[in-house]
């Protein structure tokens, strides 16, 4: 009786339903080796050995398959079929012989299947074959590629930029992109234009609208009308003629359906219809695959296999008829140039089984499987036909002409079924138009766009303009109407380029060919997980850390975060995976340049990086001035020289080189509308306890209230940040008294008699009971929680924690072990601050703060305890 290995428990129940008990299924629950997270696990000096550890995790994993092994001496590596699932099943063979659960006769073969189904899984079992070493090579160097850049760029990253973090290969490339996306809009400089349209009554009394074209003869281009003076004119233009349908042009057009999906397009289409984030797409996709609904979801292949072709056209044919079939199975090619990560796209497995067909209790899975229904089935769909008309109305004396465009669906085909979302807000060309005729004469329709021009001029009551050109004419914030109000002219202004969704940001990285699909998710989540980026609403923000970080690699590494450089390893790599290159090869030439570019930045100072930052930020942080007087002069002292700044926290700032005499800061970003009124002092009033004033300021990190003033002895006057939400234009001394009290006492707690306390800390507003802190939900609680909810809150939170820790919080949550999973945490300790995982408490090397401490040194402090610890246990052993 075999046993099958695949990577996931709900995977191994579905497949242990197919095959029956003639074999045993086990779960190896993901990779079960991993390199070790310290310097040394890939050996630059022996021809890049890799070392290999059996995770803490999955050493139980392997037992119980090695073990199962010795009843059933036969092994079948069932694992995903892609680069990924061919790696897990060469990990697992290579653990298992280290273990020698492996014997000379036990037979070892390797199944794939796209999908979870009696048939697919069955069918495998009848065509095993051996690990595919090639797939598994190009999975050896992209994974020593991904370490190289990590252990040896993140380290000069902690030393020469304060408060960075760690840097990866493909990540370092995708943030450029955001960070570059960002420095677009902030520069982009606003251009106005007008447009002018009209609605037309026909001879039958239909309406329809029209937009101006040709002015005084000449065709309009996009900003001939650039202020609202020249609209006025062209508003005039319009309404003082007499119009007739000069000509009606009706043009047939098909529309064809989209491919099925591939991972990058279905997480757009999650992103575009639902806001789906790549990781909340991927995992409710994997559920659906393990589930055995849907083919596996990680693939650049938009080809169907023939048998789901024809299940598709059967299902088209019953649920809309011959009509919807097309006389050929429409064919989809991959344009990927070595599609290799799962050969088939993703679609359903039964494509008889309609949404409403399976039950599924999760709502992710149910519009995903909706939308991967409908867009595999309408790729098999007949295309729509189309009508497009476009009409031109003019004056008799050709000075003026109005295009009207419109279309009607003659058949909808797939339209019926599907339509695909877009990023981009095109314009509206579907409107059916009414029936029109060459020589009508076309009248403009009273009153028709009155609507459009009070809601474009707010409430605001219109005015009359008074110079000859448009007496007649009423004009209101951005729009110009008619007297008869019937043709508008409407203000524009030219849009920057518009930030990154996780949909636009995989597109873009997909047209460059960085990352493959199965690294999609994980890249645009670590990015986010690092501090790197924000996501606000369904947007992708840089923060402080990812622009600087961005700029130094620009900078001392400006090859190895460069769009074609990373694209064609990329193709390297799939060369690799094709058979075409050695992998070593592959690593021997990265690796010789990019130790040169490490090695090249041991002698760079802190100062110097700084300042290469300025040179590099100048023109975005220090736009030149109209006046033409020095943008990095500071507008406080009048002398100090404007520089930027970094945290201990990570973040950076602007501030006046003359500091400590001038504490002048602004936000790292330029000078916008309104942020030099912000860093200006207001004083809101005095402190009736302590007679001094109270004013409010702005730092860099945003607007904050301040009592008294800064002492000859420097000693920092009471502050405290506005909270997120509060309008910093609307804060009047009480609201300032208020966050200066804090922290509030609740009152005595009611089994030890300890101060409970509110207040607003760096994760929000909390209450607080010894080292226990609890989050409150709304800021405005601080003021008005009381001693029976306070305790409530905290309770909840200790018995969160449970046991003797639940008294004693973490200074610093790193969130979970990157490699291995489980919480790491820095901590408290009797002599001094640690890192906790697991069992594993590795001391803080003295001068370094517990904020500062990052995952990535956390890791490696654990890695380097565990060496530790492992020696001397060793050593008891023996002696004993």
């Known amino acids: 009786m ?113 999908a979870i189904t009696k048939a697919a899984v069955t069918d495998a079992m009848k065509n095993p074959r051996q690990v595919d070493m090639e797939l598994v090579e190009a999975y050896l160097a992209r994974r020593a590629l991904d370490y190289l850049v990590g252990f040896n760029l993140s380290p ?17 490339v995708c943030l450029r992109l955001i960070v570059e996306r960002e420095m677009e809009i902030e520069a982009f400089k606003h251009r106005e234009y007008w447009s002018v349209r009209a609605v037309l009554d026909t001879p039958r009394g239909q309406s329809f609208e029209a937009r101006l074209t040709v002015l005084g003869g000449r065709k309009l281009d996009k900003y001939d009308l650039e202020n609202a003076a020249a609209a006025s004119m062209a508003v005039k233009a319009v309404s003082s003629r007499a119009l007739k349908v000069q000509s009606v042009e009706a043009k047939p057009a098909n529309r064809n359906p989209a491919a099925p999906f591939m991972t990058s397009t279905l997480q757009q289409e999650a992103s575009r219809k639902f806001g789906m984030g790549a990781r909340q797409t991927m995992s409710a996709a994997q559920r659906l695959y393990e589930a055995g609904h849907i083919t596996y979801m990680r693939t650049d292949g938009i080809d169907m296999a023939p048998e789901a072709v024809a299940a598709a056209r059967d299902a088209i044919k019953d649920r809309y008829g011959a009509d919807y079939v097309p006389k050929v199975a429409r064919v989809y090619k991959n344009k990927a140039k070595n599609a290799q990560e799962a050969h088939e796209c993703i679609r359903p497995t039964d494509m008889a089984k309609a949404p409403d067909d399976i039950r599924l209790s999760e709502d992710d899975q149910k519009k995903l499987y909706d939308l991967i229904w409908k867009r595999t089935i309408a790729s098999q ?30 058949f909808d085909g797939f339209l019926k079924v599907y339509e695909e979302g877009r990023d981009d807000v095109e314009a509206d060309d579907d409107k059916r138009l009414p029936q029109i005729s060459e020589g009508d004469d076309v009248t403009p329709k009273a009153a028709a766009l009155e609507a459009d021009f009070a809601k474009a001029a707010g409430d605001a009551d219109a005015v009359v303009i008074e110079d000859e050109t448009a007496s007649d004419l009423r004009q209101n914030g951005g729009s110009v109407l008619s007297a008869d109000g019937a043709v508008l002219g409407q203000q524009h202004f030219t849009q920057p380029p518009p930030r990154y969704t996780e949909a636009t940001l995989v597109k873009r990285m997909e047209e460059l060919g960085i990352g493959r699909p199965s690294t999609y998710a994980s890249i645009v989540t670590t990015i986010q997980d690092r501090g790197y980026v924000v996501k606000d609403k369904n947007r992708l923000i840089p923060e402080d850390k990812g622009r600087l970080v961005t700029a130094f690699l620009s900078n001392y590494f400006r090859r190895y975060v460069g769009y074609d450089f990373t694209a064609d390893l990329e193709n390297q790599l799939d060369e690799v995976s094709a058979g075409e290159r050695n992998y070593k090869d592959v690593l021997e030439r990265f690796w010789r340049d990019f130790k040169a570019a490490v090695d090249e930045t041991a002698e760079l100072r802190i100062t110097d990086v700084l300042e290469k930052i300025n040179e590099v930020l100048e023109p975005h942080l220090f736009p030149a001035k109209e006046d033409g007087s020095d943008p990095r002069l500071c507008p406080n002292c009048g002398e100090g020289r404007l520089s930027m700044r970094t945290a201990r926290s990570g973040g950076a700032f602007i501030g006046c080189s003359n500091y400590p005499e001038c504490r002048y800061t602004r936000a790292f970003a330029p000078p916008g509308d309104g942020d030099e009124d912000q860093a200006e002092e207001r004083m809101l009033g005095v402190d009736p306890d ?15 209230v301040q009592l008294g003033e800064v002492t000859e002895e420097e000693k920092k006057p009471k502050r405290a940040s506005l909270p997120k939400g509060w309008d910093a234009t609307q804060m009047d001394i009480d609201k300032a008294l208020m966050l200066l009290n804090l922290p509030r006492e609740v009152g005595k707690h009611p089994e030890d008699g300890e101060p409970v306390e509110a207040g607003i800390g760096r994760y929000g507003p909390f209450v607080k009971h010894g080292r226990i802190y609890a989050n409150l939900p709304d800021v405005e609680e601080v003021w008005t929680v009381g001693m029976n909810r306070a305790v409530e809150l905290i309770a909840a939170k200790a018995a ?79 002696a004993s």
Not at 78 to 102: F, M, N, Q, V, Y
């Open 381 to 410: 769909m007949e295309g729509a036909r189309l009508e497009r008309t476009t009409v031109d109305v003019a004056s008799a004396d050709g000075q003026v002409v109005l295009r009207a465009t419109g279309q009607v669906v003659l």
């Open 156 to 172: 000069v990253l902690w030393r020469k930029l304060p408060g960075a973090k760690s840097a990866g290969r493909v990540q370092s």
């Open 800 to 878: 969160k924690r449970g046991g003797r820790g639940a008294t004693v919080p973490p200074l610093h949550e790193l969130g979970d072990h990157p490699e291995h999973g489980g919480a790491v945490n820095v901590m408290e300790g009797r002599y001094g601050p640690y890192v906790k995982w697991d069992k594993v408490n590795a001391t803080i090397p003295k001068g370094t703060a517990p904020a500062d401490v990052t995952m990535e040194m956390a890791v490696q402090l654990i890695a380097e305890r565990q060496a530790k610890g492992g020696k001397k246990r060793t050593t008891r052993k023996k």
């Open 2 to 114: 075999p046993v099958v290995v695949v990577e996931s428990p709900a995977k191994a129940k579905t497949i242990n339903k197919y095959l029956g008990d003639d074999y045993t299924v086990l779960a190896s629950y993901g990779h079960v080796r991993d390199l070790p997270p310290k310097d040394g696990s890939v050996d630059t000096d022996a021809g890049f050995e890799m070392l290999w550890e059996v995770g803490s995790d999955s050493k139980k994993h392997v037992k119980a398959i090695a073990d199962a092994l010795k009843e059933d001496n036969a092994l079948i590596l069932a694992t995903d079929p892609d680069r990924e699932g061919e790696a897990i099943s060469w990990h697992l063979e290579e653990a298992l012989r280290k273990r020698k659960a492996i014997k000379k006769d036990t037979p070892v073969s390797r199944v794939v299947f796209n």
């Open 690 to 704: 302590t007679s001094l004033p109270v004013h409010l300021k702005t730092g860099r990190f945003g607007p904050y």
